[in-house]
């Protein structure tokens, strides 16, 4: 039987948090992953309680939180660096693990409305994949899947497909009443 490979030398886990509330809940998580195993390697995108877990922050986009429509577009080269950043960390690290999305957004979905924006942080995410100089399709396929399946566990609530249809109709583009949107 093979010796055990040393925890350092082990590929890191790769978490991402793309606000506040994620930021807080994702230093839970950190805690708990070096609970279960010390000395592993936690890298990626998160803010301020993720880093003071023992993450190794690529990407604190908990810095710069946008409101409205033309903040939120003055913050886009920003975040193409952050995914640029994020991306050529994931390609050199080759992570060992990703946070599994589907349980994550069952549980978000039922806790917060951001799952949303995580959501498209994934559609985002695949299609630059798809994009890339060379894109490596089975990747583009596992994280489309991953997307999927996330899309799916978000109906796991107490509301089944109906937070869908609140949601569409609550915030949806056509909504007169928010200026910002207009």
Not at 45 to 69: C, I, K, L, N, Q
Request: charged share 15%; hydrophobic share 55%.
């Amino acid at each position: 039987m093979p010796a055990a490979e040393p925890v350092a030398a082990r590929a890191p886990i790769m978490l991402s948090a793309g606000e506040a509330s994620g930021d807080l809940h994702g230093g839970v998580l950190c805690r708990a992953l070096r609970a279960l195993e010390p000395g592993v390697r936690l890298v990626g995108m998160g803010g301020a309680h993720m880093r003071a877990a023992g993450m190794d922050v690529v990407v604190d986009p908990t810095a710069h939180a946008a409101v409205g429509t033309s903040e939120a577009v003055g913050r886009i080269p920003a975040l193409y660096r952050a995914y640029r950043a994020l991306g050529a960390r994931l390609s050199a690290e080759r992570p060992r693990a990703l946070v599994l999305l589907p349980p994550l957004f069952a549980g978000w979905a039922n806790f917060h409305g951001g799952w949303i924006v995580g959501g498209g942080a994934l559609l985002l995410w695949t299609a630059g994949l798809a994009f890339a100089p060379r894109p490596a399709w089975r990747r583009i396929a596992a994280c489309a899947a991953a997307g999927a399946a996330a899309l799916l566990a978000t109906v796991i609530n107490p509301h089944g497909i109906g937070l869908h249809q609140f949601l569409r109709a609550t915030v949806g583009l056509g909504r007169a009443d928010i200026v910002e949107w207009q």
